[in-house]
């Protein structure tokens, strides 16, 4: 079992910028991705950043060039820098984990409100 915590959401102006944090523990050995979900109001959860297999990086098209997704292996900790947000980056975020099983892990989520 994975549990996920995250951390850092807030409201922010339109151009600002935002550092959501996920804290993992338990099986982490047995995780091959970890990374960053969003689900808009009345929309469906969708990805916005993953590392697969300890270094490979994904992107969605809508946050490349402004969103970063790094991690701290000492501290079991995934990060998501958010930068330049706009008001279509408002949505609750939410960690995600998969091991080798494919078992899925989710975090409860954090909110990130970018006002214009």
């Known amino acids: 079992q994975v549990q996920l915590v995250e951390s850092g959401g807030g409201l922010v102006q339109a151009g600002g910028s935002l550092r959501l944090s996920c804290a993992a523990s338990?099986?982490?050995?047995?995780?091959?991705?970890i990374g960053w979900y969003r689900q808009a109001p009345g929309k469906q959860r969708e990805l916005v950043a993953i590392?697969?297999?300890?270094?490979?990086?994904h992107y969605a098209d809508s946050v490349k060039g402004r969103f970063t997704i790094s991690r701290d292996n000492a501290k079991n900790t995934v990060y998501l820098q958010m930068n330049s947000l706009k008001p279509e980056d408002t949505g609750v975020y939410y960690c995600?984990?998969?091991?080798?099983?494919?078992?899925?892990?989710w975090g409860k989520g954090t909110l990130v409100t970018a006002s214009s």
């Open positions: 590392i697969i297999g300890g270094d490979s990086t």
């Open positions: 995600y984990a998969e091991d080798y099983d494919a078992m899925d892990y």
């Open positions: 338990g099986s982490i050995f047995t995780i091959n991705g």
